[in-house]
C-alpha cells in the first residue's frame, strides 16, 4: 500500500485521476503510466471487462432504483461468478463489518448513507472486482472503519494507493509520496523509529474512536488527567 500526502490543491486526486485512466500525455498533467517500465496497451485502456484500475472516489451516488442485493447479484453474475448467491453473501458481511451503520440486502442502494455506500463498494471491489489495483481518496471522512477496509484489500492482494490527510492511515503504507506544486516532491520510506511512533498513534486513534462512540450512543465525557 502506498499513501499519497501533501496539502490540499498540491496535486494528489489529479495523481491519482491519471493512474485510474492509463494516462498516455493526453490529460492536463502530460504524465504518461507506464507498465514494468512500458507503455501501456491501447487494449488495456479500453477494456471495460478486464480494467486494470478500480478507483473509489471522495462521493458516492446510486442512481439505480435496486436493492443492494439485487444490485450484487447482478455485478456477480456479470463477472461469470460459480457462486453469485455466496460472493453476495460474503460481501455483505464484509460491508458491514467496514460500515459504522448495519443495513441489509433488502435496502434499497439509493438509500444508503455515505457510509454505508463506501462500504459496500470497498468490499465488492475486494471480493469481486478483477481490478488488481485500486485508487482511494480521502477514506477517512467515509464514516467506515478506515484501518479494517485497508487490512480487506490487503489480505485480498490489491496494490492500493490512498490520498490521505489521515496520520494513522498514512504511517500504514510501506511508503509515501509526497506531493507539493502538483507533483511528487519526495519518496517516503518509514524507518525503525517511525514504525514504533506509529503504534503509539494507533493508540491515541483507538482512544478517540471510543470518546466518539460514547458521545453518538448519548453518553457523558468525563476525562480524568490520564485521558481515561
Given amino acids: 500500500m502506498t499513501c499519497i500526502v501533501g496539502p490540499t490543491g498540491s496535486g494528489k486526486s489529479r495523481f491519482l485521476a491519471d493512474i485510474e485512466s492509463l494516462a498516455q500525455g493526453d490529460t492536463v498533467t502530460g504524465r504518461r503510466i507506464l507498465i514494468n517500465g512500458a507503455p501501456v496497451a491501447p487494449s488495456a485502456v479500453q477494456s471495460t471487462g478486464q480494467k486494470l484500475v478500480a478507483q473509489l472516489s471522495q462521493q458516492m451516488n446510486f442512481v439505480v432504483d435496486l436493492s443492494v442485493e439485487e444490485f450484487l447479484l447482478l455485478h456477480a453474475e ?3 461468478s460459480p457462486d453469485p448467491d455466496g460472493i453476495v ?3 455483505l458481511v464484509a460491508a458491514n463489518n467496514l460500515s459504522g451503520e448495519k443495513f441489509t440486502g433488502s435496502v434499497s442502494v439509493t438509500q444508503l448513507s455515505g457510509g454505508q455506500s463506501r462500504a459496500l463498494m470497498i468490499a465488492d471491489t475486494a ?3 478483477s481490478s488488481p489495483i485500486v485508487l482511494i481518496d ?3 471522512n467515509a464514516g467506515i472503519d478506515r484501518r479494517k477496509a485497508l487490512e480487506l484489500l490487503v489480505q485480498k492482494e490489491k496494490i492500493t494507493f490512498i490520498a490521505t490527510h489521515d496520520p494513522v492511515l498514512a504511517l500504514i503504507g510501506s511508503r509515501r509520496l509526497w506531493f507539493r506544486d502538483g507533483g511528487i516532491a519526495g519518496i517516503i520510506v518509514p524507518d525503525k523509529q517511525e514504525r514504533e511512533s506509529a503504534a503509539y498513534v494507533r ?3 483507538e482512544q478517540w474512536a471510543r470518546w466518539r462512540e460514547m458521545i453518538r450512543n448519548g453518553k457523558l465525557l468525563h476525562i480524568d488527567p490520564d485521558g481515561r
Avoid: K, V
Fill in 78 to 80: 456479470s463477472r461469470l
Fill in 203 to 205: 493508540q491515541m486513534d
Fill in 89 to 91: 453473501r460474503a460481501i
Fill in 127 to 129: 471480493l469481486l472486482s
Fill in 138 to 140: 480521502e477514506i477517512e
